[in-house]
């Protein structure tokens, strides 16, 4: 059996649909009324008479049709929204169910690496001396981090850290990443280059967070300029955000993925998870903005991260405030990142 409403909310979705249709039954009707009136039509009303007849018919007709079409249009509207929300929920769903798989599975695994990286490194020369290769029980360790960093990696994207809100300068965050990022840059021959607002750009937020965003984002860059190429660090700031934008020059985003680029376990990378740029999505959400990402028409990829600016902030608070950033220099490891 046909569900007609249905199928009539499927036919009006479109607006030029809409149109076709409604031009349609005005056309009919008024063929209709032209080749109907000269029978019906008085002929002592005169031109005026006839105009305003033809009118009336004519809106008759078409009222019930177009009134139709409205309805079926709202329908229409109605089961879209209806629609992207079960999607959601949908979502929302599996990504719990997953947080919660994932959890279980990351505890079962984490605990015996651990007891087995110990009793590596306790029993190093107890092993060498019975004739193991020492460099052998470095790959051993060595692939124990690896596996260490995907299991926390599950249970950061399960369950996140709680956040410590403060007030401080996006000048000081770009300029710890840029710290911890330009040995590699110098290393790669990656030119970087930074953009920062003289006049202070304040936010409110964990700046471990953000800083843990932002350090996620430029080493994907260095991961997409093996032979060199260019990183760009800049602010902007319109009416009511500030915009941090990450370019680079490297390969782009895969065609296979950017449709998916947020999505949990979506990577190119041989070693990767593909949790990073997921976290690091939820950690701007967290923050009442947005991230995203797309290819640049020349060539690399851009991605801007959106942030409400925060008013009515003294400067006298910005110094101590922006000095509450918690990083340890030198390293990369100083910062998560997945």
Request: aromatic fraction near 6%; hydrophobic fraction near 45%; proline fraction near 4%.
């Amino acid at each position: 059996m046909f569900n007609y409403n249905s199928i009539l909310a499927t036919i009006v979705r479109s607006p030029l649909r809409i149109l076709v249709i409604i031009l349609v039954l005005i056309f009919t009707t008024e063929v209709f009324v032209m080749l109907v009136l000269p029978y019906i039509m008085p002929d002592i009303l005169g031109i005026t008479g006839e105009a305003f007849f033809d009118a009336i018919l004519l809106t008759l007709v078409c009222a019930l049709p177009v009134w139709f079409v409205i309805l079926a249009a709202k329908q229409a509207e109605q089961e879209r929204v209806t629609m992207a929300r079960e999607s959601e929920a949908l979502k929302a769903q599996q990504m719990m169910t997953l947080a919660q798989l994932a959890t279980g599975v990351a505890h079962e695994i984490r605990n015996p690496l651990t007891s087995i990286k110990m009793l590596i490194q306790v029993n190093k020369d107890k092993f060498a001396e019975e004739g193991l290769p020492t460099d052998d029980l470095e790959l051993v360790v060595h692939e124990i981090r690896r596996m260490e960093r995907s299991v926390n990696s599950l249970l950061e994207y399960a369950r996140p850290e709680r956040s410590e809100f403060a007030k401080f300068t996006i000048q000081k965050i770009i300029r710890n990443t840029a710290q911890l990022i330009e040995s590699r840059c110098s290393t790669q021959n990656v030119e970087l280059v930074i953009n920062l607002p003289e006049i202070p750009a304040t936010i409110e937020g964990d700046s471990a967070q953000i800083q843990q965003l932002l350090l996620n984002l430029v080493l994907n860059a260095l991961d997409a300029m093996p032979e060199g190429g260019k990183l760009t660090l800049e602010v902007s700031q319109s009416q009511e955000t500030y915009q941090i934008i990450v370019r680079d020059t490297g390969t782009g985003i895969a065609p296979a993925v950017e449709s998916r680029l947020f999505s949990p376990f979506v990577t190119t990378k041989d070693n990767g998870v593909g949790l990073g740029l997921g976290i690091c999505k939820r950690i701007a959400e967290m923050h009442q903005g947005t991230l995203t990402g797309m290819n640049r028409q020349i060539r690399g990829a851009e991605f801007c991260l959106t942030l409400p600016i925060t008013h009515d902030y003294s400067h006298a608070n910005m110094e101590s405030e922006q000095d509450s950033v918690d990083f340890q220099s030198g390293t990369e490891a100083s910062c998560k990142v997945y």
